[in-house]
């Protein structure tokens, strides 16, 4: 009931429950229906890093980087501590080859969330792309001192990735 009376109360609550709409499509796999819904409730709340983070993750799942970029540049405009924005701005900037950003944007995630195994990840493969091995190793111990089972996948994939240099 709460859902509804949001869905037509305009203001923030409509754009929470738009919101919902996005989040429940990319669940079912439906990944347009996400997008239109997370852009309406965008365009209801333009103020809300929230909402931009959400779209740029969407459009991450879509493999439009420079969208997602720009997604995750304006939830940081907003909230510049929004650590999951740092990480997804970094797996962006990755993927459109621009690392050295890329870098100093997981870099910028793993200070904010020093517990996220997923960022000291994405910050060591970037590391060692970057030809900084020493700096992964240090990552991958760092890593190791909280989540040993990351650090052993993320040994094996720095392993398979020097096997492909």
Known sequence: MAFWRGLHAGGRGQARALASLAHLCAQQGSLGAALRWQRRALAVAPDTAAHHYNLGYLLEQRGDWHAAQQAFEAALALAPRLDQAWYGLGRALAAQGRLE???????????????????????????WTLGQAEAAHRTVEHLAGFEPRAALALRQRLVALEGRA
């Open 101 to 127: 950003e890329a870098l100093a944007a997981q870099a910028e995630n793993t200070r904010l969330q020093p517990l996220s195994p997923y960022g000291w990840t994405e910050l060591a493969v970037l590391q």
